[in-house]
């Protein structure tokens, strides 16, 4: 019930904020970050109740919903999903201050489709029904289009189709895939689309579902529907032009939750439902067996190679992204504990990192209109707090130990090792990589000579710094005491090794 | 149970009695009214349709434990399938009429012809839905087609209407020709005329190896082609295009929808009883053979879709892409398929007369039926735009929207008929359709008006009638009851 | 009380960084912060000498769990043996005095507050990185230097030089630290935990399971893991960027990149020694003997004050290394903290002199200037040509030397500032190895006597080269260490208005002087002597070319006789005896000879490389070039008889400059070079590849696909003639298709 | 007379007029080769009716029947359209009426 309702009170609150008349922006911006803040408390409460000791979902909800195909509105959360859910929550409040004063027009509109994007999310890291949980992966879509295409930057209306484009093709394939699993999982009648049952149904020796072929097929397509959000190479173009199209809000969501939903999606659908699947992907025997770990490398190598090349800022961080998000399938293609945790890890930490990252860059740009790299120039002398959050932000971001981004790397790659030695060697050249292309972003934007035209450059407001605080003390929190959310995940990815060991 | 006499089938006849009354009077009071402005024509139209509703509900319900039953010594037949179109083609109809009634396209002057025709359009194909018989079939097939003709010339003084008559006229009366052919082979193999007698006839006689394979199939072909022209599939679909764009919108909406379900329904009745049987599928492989059909159909439609810069003639091309998406289902040969056939019938016939209702308050407001008409609609009429995304959102398949629920049926049925490859082009296809669909979205939300800026208003009940479209669209696909259609399908496949 | 002490330790810096660190971010001053983060420091150097009572002979690790995963746990933890905590004080000592030092040197910076509390970060890093148990501790600990390092180079960043050279450090030294984490990779992968000491460490696991077929695997996780300590430490090829870190103020040089940060490397050298093998070991001293070398040649020919001590460090870091290497473990501690204290000595002087001359820029500027080192390049400097003829221009980042720290415009500062010159002079001594009463030379006798024994008992010719190398290096040490000596504070003042305005420092300077001068006397250093105290740890897996087993550095006996001769310390060479019938056992014969003659030869070449120096930079009161235009031929003539000017002018000197200025050409453009230019190639043309590769190929790629299918429809629309008869063609062929192909079917 | 020649007239009938339908540059003899593939029908339901059916079964002849009707009512609303075109195209080209296409 909890859970319900932290779902569907962003959507309750569109219904709100659409009742409200135009003209009271006020209004209608302190209706949206309340119907925000509400989930978060509950977030919160649900982070602080659950019950660590246990692998199984809790807060479970199951009631029939299209019962022609045995379709159930199955919600609960288990380690992983409440670590993002938490994740989700605390972004939205953040979005919605960022957005107090840069969204110029339509204001009611946005927060409108923001709190329907919010719905989404949250349906979907609480889904356990296969169907409801692919309901709200496409849930995201429409929000976001419009959040890109209509207060984006110039080239906005490229960047929108292009991700819903991209994405839109992503799932078909997985929908297929969806319905295959559906049709194979039982006689007519007694077909589910139960997520639980499923995961059981494919560990069943000489159940339809458990057979290797098919789980190779149906692996791949789940996989592509989920490497497209991730974004993995090379389904990634859509990533930087709607990174840097997007409003600074919807590029925080962006790169913090929707990409999340990929690996979610990898982790709760294509490792723990078609373990043999996976197996072939990743057993390390041949180029199959070591594809998904050579995309989690080309990921990394790539992305950060492409960052290095980027002179506009939120290209850069967009390019980071991809290069973090690699390690995150490196790890998970190690699929043992430091593996598979440090992939877990990775996600929370680039959410709450690239937010920041955006952010910041967000601050910028609404201070000096644009965002050329080069065009900066010793603001470190002239705005010194923004310099400092900035630096905090890029040190957890290239892995900095102490800071969140290094645990998630560390235990991906010393995961990865185990099976991967080669290219797990050649992933840490992106650890190298990173470091160089932040340094470099720090020394054009920040170090040297201020430049002239922007003495005046006013410093960071406290606006901005609210919605940079919470997550940069997240930031060290989770680089001081990882355990605090190994702890909410660590029997969950017990279980999950358990499944994948019992093949 | 045995056809019931022409005496006993009148009261049950009631539905079609009533439209066929309705339509005369509607042409009386027409005469009798002077005031060329008024509306009354139109609300008699709408009663008709209503007391035609409630005649539809009787007779159904009148046979509520009986099953099915055969009318006018086996001509027609009264099922569940049929009832369900009638209900399905009576609100295609009365919308048309609210259309119409708002729409400013049509001549004032003919309103009386114009609804009558409108009342004798749905007749027929209430037939369409209903016979069994192939002279049934030929007659209610041709009615349709013969009003239809006029009804999208129906604007006088319009060179486009004109032309577009013109084409369907030729287009129709080739291939109804053609389909007319085949069935006279058909009636001469069987020897009958009644469908479901033709199945065992033909089987039989492939059996015993009197009539060659060939010969069912030119029969098949030929008859494929007059349903194919009905239901606008490729490659029978050309005249669709030009006739959606050169008509009335209200009588494009309605072809798009209502003729195209009396189409459907005619399809499935046809091909499923009069070649249902496993041995006629094994000399000719016609599902097969619909496969491809509604393969390219789909294709076609919406690649043709892509560069359209009028909207009527993008939702034409859209609508030529769903027939082929409803056709995935035909190929099945399972209540799964006819189910999802008629279910996404019902989400079609919303969210495509939506969208068509749309077109006509844009064409009446800003007198444009192209895509930069619709330049910054989100600012002047933004209830409306959003009504218009929910609408091309849906037609593209996009959860939780009801055309998404409609694809999710129609691709499992084909999926579980181990169609991957069709299933596939069917999605691949549904994504290439966001692209089009998109293009009026971005010009309704990121593009500006220009310098005219005028906020457009619309009534009240413009909004209830857009709402009548909006809330199905979004909420059916979440109501159980609409799962049930496999149900309905039982009647018109054959046991086997 | 370890884990209390230890605790109070690191959260002593810790807080002090935690509240001034943010309020200095918003440059506002907490009040008397300063002192509150020196105070912070002392008490943390208390603790450390209070641990020295709690070392025991065999230490457990105090951990605790930081992250459990289902199967595998990485532990947090404290390991405290003697070299622990010798380490923790040289750590608080060091960085206790240049909080003190840098109160004086820092006053009026614009972000001084800033600068203390990254020196407490900074301070915290360190200690953390010295009292972890592990390697994931110590690979925290080790990259969060990395960033002080980074943060207090660039503390200066309006400078373009110093932005280049903090990011320049942390760039390299990351590459370094990427060798190290793969090495952990492979021993985490071996062993299931990061964890060092205890029962399932990795020492214990390591001794106990593995064979002589791991030896490759093992040597190269040890070369590994070596290679965050060539990053760290500044080691060929790797040690470009200390030089160029010189960027940061000086008390900065002094702490982090003299006394503490670079010797972590050597720190985790010897913390890895239970697993190095005969292989990794030879890497690392060859690395070691070679940067020795090579730093120092380059050192003889800088005129930048604080390059020249910046290669210095460089050059006893190799050596250190090489100690390690060659399994003198002992002996590379020991001049681990020797070079600390002396070293930091050095920069803190140099850094007096370079405060004496900046203070009076300050004067002349009336304090209009930002801070510190922005110089106007022609205000006070002598005429620009000398400039021009720098030798430094091998550097490509900061190749213009500033005039404070330019040694050619020193010269007879040791009247101006005495207590500058005396402790500078003592830390001299003791890095050139004079003998006896200073500690650099007992340290550095004694890695000269380990290598000698090792390459006396193993017959080795590897070590007998390894020990010509650091025979050579400290020769040439000598050298230019008194030719910094000579050239600062003797001779003529050669910029005589820059020479008036010097001053001696203030007390907050030269007290922390005085006391590192102290400590550069062997007494201080005694723990060193006691054999029992620090011991080396087994190496199970180094197997000696005749000898299964071998304890490596067990006997320093040499040390004995030296010091009965010259009768330092009795007690000492007791306990060195005590120490040596403990391993007498070992099977470890014949250290004597090894030691004395090891000695002597330090010694003279110690001797001549200060008398060297001598002729050349004191005697020479003349410059050198008027020496060429000014002597007649009789005075030519009256040096010809001894020929040695002339044979150093016109050999030797040329030969060693030219080979110092090969060297310097060879690091800075071959070395610098492929470092730079490996840069540049990444990130201008293999970025930009990959940068245009994914804007045309991959996401041309998909356009293409959407131009093709746009295309497609554009040819599918155009069938739509508009012309019925030809729909209706269409309707006839496709008829007639479907019955032909469903005919043939 | 047996059914064949009845069904190779039919076919020779349905062939011409499709032929008509394709080639002829006048809406008019369009219109007649529509007439003509009705009236190959018609030929062929009679002729079935005649040959393939017991005697008392007329079911064949009706639809013939039926099918004149609709030809004929075919017809009026081709020609009343025939009519529309030439008014607003100005001539009865089929190819002239192009307008709608793409």
């Known amino acids: 019930m909890l859970l319900s309702l932290m779902i569907f009170i962003p959507l309750l609150g569109m219904v709100a904020v659409l009742l409200l008349p135009r003209e009271s922006e006020e209004l209608i911006k302190r209706a949206t970050l309340l119907f925000t803040l509400i989930p978060l408390a509950l977030a919160v409460y649900l982070f602080i109740a659950y019950d660590r000791s246990t692998a199984g979902t809790q807060y479970v909800v199951n009631v029939p919903w299209i019962e022609a195909f045995n ?123 139960d997520i639980p049952t499923l995961i059981a149904l494919a560990s069943t020796a000489g159940h339809a579902l458990n057979d290797l072929n098919f789980q190779i097929w149906v692996f791949l397509g789940f996989f592509i529907g989920f490497a497209v959000k991730v974004p993995i190479f090379p389904f990634h173009t859509w990533l930087p032009d709607a990174h840097v199209e997007a409003p600074t809000a919807i590029s925080v969501i962006l790169a913090g939750i929707l990409l999340k939903m990929g690996t979610y999606g990898l982790v709760r659908i294509n490792m723990a439902m078609f373990p043999q699947g996976l197996d072939h992907f ?88 644009h965002r050329e790299i080069n065009g900066f120039g010793g603001l470190g002398s002239r705005m010194p707090i923004y310099t400092g959050i900035t630096t905090l932000a890029f040190m957890a971001s290239l892995g900095l130990p102490g800071l969140s981004g290094f645990v998630g790397e560390a235990l991906s790659l010393l995961g990865a090792y185990d099976k991967f030695k080669m290219l797990t060697i050649l992933s840490t050249i992106g650890i190298v990589v990173g470091a160089a292309y932040f340094l470099w972003t720090l020394q054009r934007v920040f170090l040297g000579t201020l430049n002239p035209k922007y003495e005046e450059l006013p410093e960071i407001n406290g606006r901005e710094i609210l919605t940079l605080v919470p997550l940069g003390i997240l930031t060290i929190v989770l680089g001081v005491w990882p355990n605090f959310a190994i702890d909410m995940f660590r029997e969950s990815v017990t279980n999950l090794i358990d499944v994948l060991n019992a093949i | 149970m045995q056809p019931l006499s022409n005496i006993e089938s009148l009261l049950y006849f009631s539905p079609e009695i009533l439209l066929v009354i309705f339509a005369a009077a509607v042409i009386i009071l027409d005469l009798v009214v002077k005031d060329r402005e008024s509306v009354a024509v139109a609300y008699l139209s709408l009663v008709g349709c209503l007391c035609t509703f409630a005649a539809v509900l009787f007779t159904h319900f009148s046979f509520g434990d009986e099953g099915p039953v055969s009318l006018f010594l086996g001509m027609i037949r009264l099922d569940v399938f049929s009832s369900f179109f009638k209900v399905l083609l009576l609100l295609a109809t009365a919308a048309t009429i609210l259309f119409s009634l708002r729409s400013e396209e049509l001549d004032a002057r003919l309103k ?205 091309y859209s609508s030529i892409a769903h027939g082929g998406y409803l056709l995935m289902g035909g190929v099945l040969l399972t209540s799964q398929g006819v189910g999802a056939i008629l279910f996404y019938l019902v989400v079609y016939l919303f969210m495509n007369l939506g969208a068509f209702y749309v077109v006509v308050l844009i064409a009446n407001e800003v007198g444009s039926e192209m895509v930069e008409g619709y330049r910054g609609l989100s600012s002047r009429a933004p209830l409306v735009a959003w009504a218009m995304v929910i609408f091309l959102v849906s037609l593209a398949g996009i959860p939780p929207f009801a055309g998404f629920f409609g694809k999710w049926i129609l691709f499992t049925a084909v999926l579980e008929q181990g169609y991957y490859w069709l299933a ?49 669209t979004i909420f059916i696909g979440f109501i159980n009851i609409f799962y049930t259609f496999s149900n309905i399908s039982v009647s018109v496949i054959p046991m086997q | 009380m370890i884990v209390p002490l230890i605790s109070i330790i690191l959260l002593c810096p810790l807080a002090a960084f935690a509240v001034f660190g943010l309020f200095s971010l918003a440059n506002r001053r907490f009040p008397r912060q300063d002192y509150l983060s020196t105070v912070a420091m002392l008490a943390a150097l208390v603790c450390s000498f209070l641990l020295l009572r709690e070392v025991v002979p065999t230490p457990e690790p105090h951990t605790v769990n930081w992250i459990s995963l289902g199967g595998v746990t990485f532990s947090m933890g404290f390991y405290l043996d003697s070299v622990t905590v010798i380490m923790l004080i040289v750590v608080t000592l060091v960085s206790s005095l240049v909080h003190i030092f840098s109160m004086g040197y820092m006053h009026g910076d614009p972000r001084y507050p800033r600068f203390f509390a990254y020196l407490s970060l900074f301070s915290f890093s360190m200690l953390f990185l010295v009292v972890s148990d592990n390697l994931l501790g110590i690979y925290i600990g080790w990259e969060l230097v990395g960033l002080c390092s980074y943060l207090l180079i660039g503390f200066w960043f309006e400078k373009d030089s110093a932005a280049n050279a903090c990011k320049k450090a942390f760039l390299t030294t990351r590459v370094g630290d990427v060798g190290m984490f793969i090495g952990m990779m492979m021993l985490f992968t071996k062993f299931q935990t990061l964890s060092l000491y205890g029962e399932g460490g990795i020492f214990a696991q390591a001794a106990a399971q593995l064979s002589t077929a791991d030896m490759v695997w093992l040597s190269i996780a040890g070369v590994l893991i070596f290679c965050g300590a060539i990053g760290k430490s500044a080691q060929m090829p790797l040690h470009t960027w200390l030089p160029d870190a010189m960027e940061g103020p000086t008390p900065v040089s002094a702490l982090i990149h003299a006394a503490t940060m670079v010797a ?3 720190y985790l050298t010897a913390r890895m020694f239970p697993i190095l093998t005969e292989t990794s070991s030879l890497v690392i001293a060859y690395v070691g003997g070679i940067t020795a070398i090579i730093a120092a040649t380059i050192a003889i020919v800088r005129f930048d004050i604080k390059r020249v001590l910046a290669y210095s460090t460089i050059s006893q870091l190799g050596y250190m290394m090489l100690a390690i290497g060659a399994g003198s473990y002992v002996a590379g501690l020991f001049h681990l903290t020797t070079h600390a204290f002396f070293k930091a000595l050095l920069f803190l002087g140099s850094g007096s002199v370079i405060h004496a001359f900046h203070a009076m820029h300050a004067h002349a500027h009336d304090d209009e200037h930002e801070h510190a080192h922005e110089h106007e390049h022609g205000d006070h400097d002598a005429p620009g040509h000398e400039h021009g003829e720098d030798s430094d221009s091998g550097h490509i980042l900061g190749s213009e030397i500033p005039p404070d720290q330019d040694m050619r415009n020193m010269g007879g500062l040791r009247r101006k500032m005495p207590i500058t010159f005396v402790t500078m002079l003592i830390a001299t001594l003791s890095i050139s190895g004079v003998p006896f009463i200073f500690s650099g030379f007992w340290s550095k006798d004694k890695i000269l006597a380990g290598v000698l024994e090792r390459a006396m008992e193993w017959n080795s010719v590897h070590h007998y080269l390894l020990f010509v190398m650091t025979l050579l290096a400290a020769g040439i040490t000598a050298f230019y260490m008194f030719r910094l000596i000579f050239m600062t504070f003797f001779g003529e003042p050669r910029n005589q208005e820059m020479h008036e305005m010097a001053h001696e420092s203030p ?81 470890h014969h014949g250290h004597g000879p090894a030691h004395t003659i090891a000695m002597v030869l330090s010694i003279i070449v110690a001797g001549s490389g200060i008398f060297l120096s001598w002729l050349f930079y004191h005697r020479r009161t003349l410059s050198a070039e008027s020496v060429a235009t000014t002597f007649r031929p009789i005075y030519n003539l009256f040096w010809h008889k001894y020929y040695f000017d002339e044979f150093y002018d016109g050999v030797l000197v040329a030969l060693t400059v030219w080979k110092s200025r090969l060297f310097a050409q060879f690091d800075g453009s071959v070395v610098d070079g492929i470092v730079n230019g490996v840069g540049t190639v990444t990130r201008d043309i293999l970025a930009a590849f990959v940068g245009i590769f994914d804007n045309r190929v991959v996401d041309g790629l998909v356009n293409r696909v959407a131009q093709v299918t746009w295309a497609i429809g554009g040819k599918v629309r155009r069938i739509q003639t508009g012309a019925i008869q030809t729909y209706l063609f269409v309707v006839l062929a496709g008829i007639v298709l479907l019955i032909l192909i469903f005919r043939a079917l | ?47 079935f009716s005649r040959f393939m059916t017991p005697p008392e079964d007329i079911s064949g002849q009706i639809i013939a029947i039926f099918g004149i009707v609709l030809a004929a009512a075919e017809a009026a609303v081709f020609l009343a359209i025939i009519l529309a075109i030439y008014r607003e195209f100005g001539s009865i080209r089929p190819d002239e009426v192009d307008t709608l296409k793409g």
Request: with cysteine.
């Open chain 4, 1 to 47: 007379m047996t059914l064949q020649h009845y069904l190779v007239i039919s076919a020779i009938l349905f062939t011409f007029g499709i032929f008509a339908v394709l080639t002829r540059r006048n809406a008019i003899s369009i219109l007649m080769g529509i007439e003509l593939i009705l009236n190959s029908c018609n030929l062929n339901f009679a002729a």
């Open chain 3, 507 to 587: 007390l907050s300077m030269t007290v922390p002087l005085i006391v590192l001068a102290i400590l550069s006397f062997p007494v201080v250093n005694t723990l060193w002597f006691n054999k029992d105290y620090v011991k080396p740890p087994p190496q199970p897996h180094l197997h000696a070319p005749q000898h299964a087993y071998l304890a490596p550095d067990s006997k320093t006996g040499g040390q004995s006789v030296a010091l009965s001769l010259f009768g330092v310390s009795e007690a000492v060479a007791a306990e060195e005896e005590g120490g040596h019938d403990t391993h007498a056992d070992d099977g």
């Open chain 1, 282 to 369: 990743t057993n390390g025997v041949g180029f199959w067996g070591n594809s998904l770990a050579l995309l989690g490398f080309i990921n990394i190598v790539y992305g950060s190679f492409c960052a290095l090349a980027q002179t506009d800022f939120k290209k850069l961080v967009a390019y980071s992204s991809i290069g973090h998000m690699g390690f995150v399938i490196l790890g998970l293609a190690a699929r043992n504990d430091s593996g598979i945790t440090g992939a877990i890890l990775q996600m929370f930490n680039h959410g709450v990192i690239s937010a920041m990252l955006f952010l910041l860059v967000g601050v910028l740009y609404d201070r000096a209109h």
């Open chain 1, 71 to 193: 379709i159930q509105y199955h919600i609960g959360i288990d380690g992983l999903s409440v670590t993002l859910l938490l994740l989700t929550a605390l972004l939205g409040p953040i979005c919605v201050i960022a957005s107090w004063r840069n969204i110029e027009k339509g204001i009611k509109a946005y927060m409108a489709l923001f709190l329907l994007l919010e719905t989404g999310m949250l349906g979907f890291f609480a889904a356990l029904d296969l169907f409801l949980f692919y309901v709200f992966f496409e849930l995201t879509l429409l929000p976001m289009y419009f959040l890109i295409g209509v207060w984006g930057g110039p080239r906005r209306e490229y960047a929108a189709i292009k991700f819903f484009l991209y994405t839109l093709f992503g799932s078909v394939l997985m929908l297929v895939a969806m319905i295959a699993v559906y049709l194979n999982s039982g006689d007519p009648g007694a077909r589910t689309f």
């Open chain 3, 264 to 266: 972590a490397g050597v």
């Open chain 2, 424 to 472: 596939l082009v069917g999605l691949l296809n549904s994504v290439v359709s966001l692209y089009y669909y998109a293009r009026i979205v971005k010009a309704m939300f990121f593009e500006d008006a220009g310098e005219e800026t005028t906020n457009v208003s619309f009534s009240t009940g413009t909004f209830a009638l857009l709402s009548v479209f909006v809330i199905p």
């Open chain 2, 112 to 316: 009386g012809e114009y609804y009558a025709l409108l009342l004798a359009i749905t007749f027929g194909m209430f037939l369409m839905a209903s016979s069994t018989n192939l002279l049934m079939i030929f007659i209610s097939l041709e009615t349709v087609s013969l009003t239809s003709y006029i009804l999208a010339g129906f604007l006088t003084h319009s060179p486009r209407s004109s032309e577009a008559a013109f084409k369907y006229i030729t287009y129709g009366a080739v291939a109804s020709g053609t389909m007319l052919f085949g069935l006279s082979l058909l009636f001469g193999m069987a020897g009958t005329g009644d469908l479901a007698q033709i199945s065992g006839r033909l089987t039989e006689l492939l059996a015993a190896g009197e009539i060659a394979p060939l010969a069912v199939l030119i029969a098949i072909t030929f008859v494929l082609a007059g349903v194919g022209y009905k239901i606008a599939s490729v490659p029978f679909h050309m005249w669709s295009p030009d006739v959606y764009e050169g008509a009335p919108i209200p009588i494009t909406a309605f072809l798009s929808v209502a003729s195209k379900s009396a189409g459907f329904a005619l399809f499935i009745r046809f091909f499923y009883a009069g070649f249902g049987s496993t041995e006629l599928m094994q000399a000719v492989d016609w599902p097969f053979m619909l496969a491809i059909v509604s393969a390219l159909t789909m294709t076609v439609g919406n690649l043709a879709a892509l560069p359209q810069q009028n909207v009527k003639r993008l939702l034409a």
